[in-house]
């Protein structure tokens, strides 16, 4: 109830979740954009969040050093997410989503938030930081490697 206070009757759990479900719409208009750096005609784009900013940063420095047309998209808060994110996947080269994990949870939530699929992924989960040559050596198996 508006208390706090557990209850069982629907028609005011429904205005409560009613409620909720309000603020979270002003709070996804607030969603924090995403961060886009490099070429706006990219071949080759990396998505990815969190303390991998600089070596996604990095990694596309070093990937337009080699001539490829490379853009980074730092995803600023997982949620609610931007909608300015799907502009990541809008067709132009390969999109492909860095993360520090196993089981690719950043890669699902975008595929299950915007109905996008990468063309690939880098995943790290041996306990070590991302780095901009580890990006590169497991980007299309080391094809971009410098």
């Known amino acids: 109830d508006e208390e706090g206070h557990l209850i069982e009757d629907a028609e005011t759990r429904t205005k409560q979740m009613d409620k909720r479900m309000k603020k979270m719409e002003a709070v996804a208009e607030e969603a924090l954009a995403p961060v886009f750096f490099g070429d706006d005609d990219a071949e080759v784009t990396l998505v990815s969040f969190g303390s991998t900013k600089g ?33 990541a996947f809008d067709g132009s080269g390969k999109t492909y989503v860095v993360e520090s994990s196993f089981t690719g949870q950043f890669e699902r939530l975008l595929a299950a938030e915007f109905a996008v699929k990468p063309a690939g992924h880098v995943r790290r989960y041996d306990g070590r930081p991302l780095n901009a040559e580890y990006i590169l050596e497991h980007l299309e198996g080391g094809r971009y490697r410098g």
């Open 55 to 87: 070596a996604l940063r990095e990694a596309v420095e070093l990937l337009q050093s080699q001539e490829v047309r490379a853009r980074g998209v730092h995803v600023r808060q997982v949620f609610p997410m931007a909608p300015e994110i799907a502009d």
